[in-house]
C-alpha cells in the first residue's frame, strides 16, 4: 500500500485533508503511484472514529491509509515533525503535500530542514511533466511562480480551498497500515494557555461577506456593518488591524494573508484601503464592491464596482434600498 514511490497527504484539519485527496489524486495517476493519507490517532479516538475516518478517505480518492497511533492527545509540532520523518524514511514517499495552515505550514517547514530538501509553500497547482513534478504558488501576493522539484521527497503545502473536495465513491477499496513513532520531547515548554475569541461562523463558507477596514471609527459603528450583511443573509468579515490589533472583531473574522482565504459570491469591502495581505485573501471573489472615499485606493483596482463616497452614508443608503427590495 505505501510502496515507494507514493503520494501522500497529511493536515491536522479533516476538511483540508480532502482538498489534498482532490489536488493529489491526479499527481498519483500521473505517476502511476499510490495516493496515501498519513492520520494521526489520538489515544482518546475510539476504533469507531478511525473506522470512519479510513472509510471516508478512502472513498474519497485514497488507495490507502497510514494510521500513526497511540499519538498523545496535545501532540504538538514536535511530535507531528518526528511522524512524518519516519514515515518518510520508512516508506520513501515521491511527495507529501500537506495543507497549508498557519499549523501546517510551521510542520513542513521544520520536517524540510529535518530532511535537508526543498519546500515550497501555498501551491495553487502541481503536475507531473515528463517526470518532473511542477509547480505553481503566488509570490509577494499577487505574482505566479513556476518552479521544478528535483529533491525527492518533494515537500509542498496547497492553499486551504483551493482544490474543491473530490465526489464520494462507496465502490472504491484501499488498505490500511499502521506504525507508532516514539514521542520526542517537546522543546517547548507550554505557560498558559488563552483561549482566543472565536464568533463559530465559517467565513470561508458564506456566499456574501461584507468586510470592513479601518475606515470604521469606532467598534459602536459595527451594528451598521452588520446590518448590510443581514440585508444580504452575509457574514461580517474584517482586516488584521480591526481583528488583532484593535480586536473589533473575532478572529476568526479576518480575511488576508495571515487569516482566511475567501471565494464568496459577492465581497463587499467597507473602508478597506486593499493592502496585499488582505487583497490576497478576497482576491478571487466573484464580485467585488469597494466602498472607500479615496479612488486610487489599492482595493478599487481589484473591484468589479466601485463607489466613491463616506461608507457612513453608503453603507446605511444601501441597507435601506435592500430591505425595501425584500417582499
Request: net charge negative.
Amino acid at each position: 500500500m505505501t510502496d515507494r514511490g507514493a503520494i501522500c497527504v497529511f493536515s491536522e484539519n479533516r476538511e483540508v485533508v480532502l482538498e489534498l485527496l482532490a489536488a493529489g489524486r491526479p499527481l498519483a495517476d500521473q505517476a502511476q503511484a499510490n495516493l496515501v493519507s498519513i492520520v494521526l490517532e489520538k489515544r482518546a479516538s475510539t476504533p469507531t472514529e478511525s473506522h470512519v475516518i479510513v472509510e471516508e478517505q478512502i472513498a474519497l480518492g485514497a488507495d490507502g491509509v497510514l494510521i500513526v497511533e497511540d499519538v498523545p492527545d496535545r501532540a504538538g509540532a514536535a511530535f507531528e515533525v518526528a511522524a512524518l520523518q519516519h514515515v518518510v524514511n520508512l516508506h520513501e514517499p515521491h511527495m507529501l503535500l500537506m495543507g497549508g495552515t498557519a499549523h501546517g505550514t510551521e510542520v513542513l517547514a521544520q520536517l524540510a530542514q529535518r530532511l535537508q530538501v526543498g519546500c515550497a509553500t501555498d501551491c495553487t497547482n502541481l503536475e507531473f511533466r515528463n517526470g518532473i513534478l511542477e509547480i505553481e504558488r503566488t509570490v509577494f501576493g499577487r505574482f505566479t511562480c513556476r518552479q521544478t522539484f528535483r529533491t525527492r521527497p518533494a515537500l509542498a503545502s496547497v492553499r486551504p480551498r483551493r482544490f474543491a473536495p473530490p465526489e464520494r465513491c462507496g465502490e472504491r477499496h484501499g488498505g490500511v497500515e499502521r506504525v507508532r513513532v516514539e514521542a520526542p520531547v517537546d522543546p517547548v515548554r507550554v505557560v498558559e494557555r488563552r483561549e482566543r475569541v472565536a464568533s463559530g461562523e465559517r467565513i470561508d463558507r458564506a456566499a456574501c461577506i461584507v468586510a470592513v477596514g479601518r475606515g470604521l471609527r469606532s467598534a459602536q459603528d459595527l451594528p451598521m456593518i452588520e446590518a448590510l450583511a443581514q440585508a444580504l443573509d452575509g457574514t461580517v468579515g474584517a482586516t488584521r488591524p480591526l481583528t488583532n490589533d484593535l480586536e473589533w472583531l473575532p478572529i476568526d473574522a479576518k480575511v488576508g494573508l495571515s487569516g482566511t482565504t475567501v471565494r464568496p459570491k459577492l465581497y463587499i469591502a467597507c473602508g478597506i484601503s486593499g493592502q496585499i495581505e488582505h487583497i490576497v485573501g478576497m482576491r478571487e471573489s466573484e464580485v467585488v464592491v469597494a466602498i472607500n472615499t479615496d479612488s486610487a485606493a489599492p482595493i478599487m483596482a481589484e473591484a468589479d464596482y466601485r463607489v466613491i463616497g463616506d461608507l457612513y452614508e453608503v453603507v446605511p443608503a444601501l441597507t435601506r434600498a435592500l430591505r425595501e427590495l425584500r417582499p
